[in-house]
């Protein structure tokens, strides 16, 4: 149940896939608002504390579920294969661009030194620092690959649709129930009965 | 014989710039540091926020047998401000305050000298900031000039001066009344060149 396998995406991987894709969104929405707000807002200070302090949680969560994506098997891909070839870069550029976001984000509040206070918890040290306009800079990062990754997100969700609506192929289911994951092996095993 | 007056030469030739040097022409003491370009704002109204620039250069020329005739000119790094704080250092860097992506240099040259005694007197020169010239004046003290301890000849300034900030289109109506103008304070000692 917990486990991936070839048929599917186990439970562990499904909250993972879910609840990054719920905290990325609402990460960038609450981004995109917060630098906007005035000065008198009473939103003004609160805002970037939550987005920075989500945003390192889910730093840690998208580590363990590379991680875990790693060391688990992958559910075999649908489709030709040219779907099969942009659907794996697709998800190695998803990958790479969270990273992207959520290092730069990192860079950009550690700029001088000073940690991370992740909601009240525990402080997140700064490693890297001081770099030359390094808050600016990996604003500049932070900003585009957060836009690149929301397009790429979108597109994301497109193809699971396709392989859904068109293909009728359970694409997208499996990445909502994890028994899809075991029925192989319940249908080898009616099959040696 | 022809040689030896060749060599006269130019070893008088070399002496030239030496001669010229005399003037009291000095280079801002930046490697070592012994130099500050700070500024103080009003927080609300509240409190002060002090910052300060890291990274600039300059020249000055002072003769205290003849004040009528001393300059300063100084190059500033806008990017290297600094607060204390990355994210509103990057703030302020932003298109929001001095868009240091356009206007990365600050610089001041001066265009008269009036003493107003002992070791005192009004600079006038041209501050760019923001892609604004403004003429400013700002009132100087030597603190004091000699030789130093390894072999060099220094001489020290500190001055102040109040610069609004919508004088250099920096726009501050969303913010109080106090914070719209700010202090700038600099000191350096030069080395005689």
Redesign the interface.
């Known amino acids: 149940m917990w486990r991936n396998s070839p048929r599917g995406w186990g439970l562990l991987a499904i909250v993972l896939h879910w609840s990054s894709a719920v905290a990325i969104f609402g990460l960038f929405a609450l981004g995109w608002w917060m630098t906007g707000l005035d000065y008198y807002s009473e939103w003004y200070h609160l805002a970037p504390w939550w987005h920075r302090g989500i945003g390192v949680l889910v730093m840690l969560v998208i580590l363990g579920r590379i991680a875990w994506r790693l060391a688990q098997p992958t559910p075999a891909a649908h489709g030709s294969r040219l779907e099969r070839r942009a659907a794996s870069w697709g998800h190695l550029a998803l990958y790479v661009l969270m990273l992207a976001v959520l290092i730069s984000g990192y860079l950009i509040s550690t700029a001088d030194g000073k940690g991370i206070e992740v909601l009240g918890m525990f402080t997140l040290p700064a490693v890297i620092s001081d770099l030359p306009e390094q808050a600016s800079r990996a604003g500049v990062v932070h900003w585009y690959s957060a836009v690149v990754l929301i397009i790429l997100s979108a597109g994301h969700a497109l193809a699971a649709f396709k392989h859904h609506y068109v293909d009728r192929q359970d694409t997208l289911r499996r990445m909502l129930d994890p028994r899809l994951s075991q029925q192989g092996r319940h249908a080898a095993e009616s099959k040696g009965r | 014989m022809l040689k030896k007056t060749a060599i006269a030469a130019l070893a008088a030739g070399s002496l030239l710039p030496l001669a010229q040097a005399q003037a009291a022409d000095y280079a801002i003491d930046s490697e070592g540091q012994h130099a500050f370009i700070q500024f103080k704002i009003s927080h609300l109204g509240y409190s002060y926020i002090l910052g300060s620039f890291e990274s600039f250069d300059g020249t000055f020329s002072y003769d205290s047998e003849d004040t009528a005739s001393a300059s300063a000119q100084l190059e500033v790094d806008v990017?290297s401000l600094?607060t204390?704080?990355?994210?509103r250092?990057?703030h302020i860097?932003?298109g929001d305050f001095l868009n240091?992506?356009e206007y990365p240099t600050a610089t001041f040259t001066s265009t008269g000298f009036e003493s107003t005694g002992e070791g005192e007197g009004v600079l006038t020169g041209d501050l760019t900031l923001h892609g604004v010239t403004n003429t400013i004046e700002m009132p100087v003290t030597l603190l004091g000039e000699g030789e130093d301890p390894w072999g060099g000849y220094r001489a020290g300034f500190e001055g102040s001066t109040e610069l609004a900030l919508g004088d250099y289109d920096i726009d501050m109506s969303?913010?109080p009344e106090a914070m719209r103008s700010l202090e700038l304070y600099v000191t350096f000692e030069g080395i005689r060149q």
Do not use: I
């Open positions: 990017t600094t204390n704080h990355a994210e250092d990057k860097l932003s240091a992506d969303k913010f």
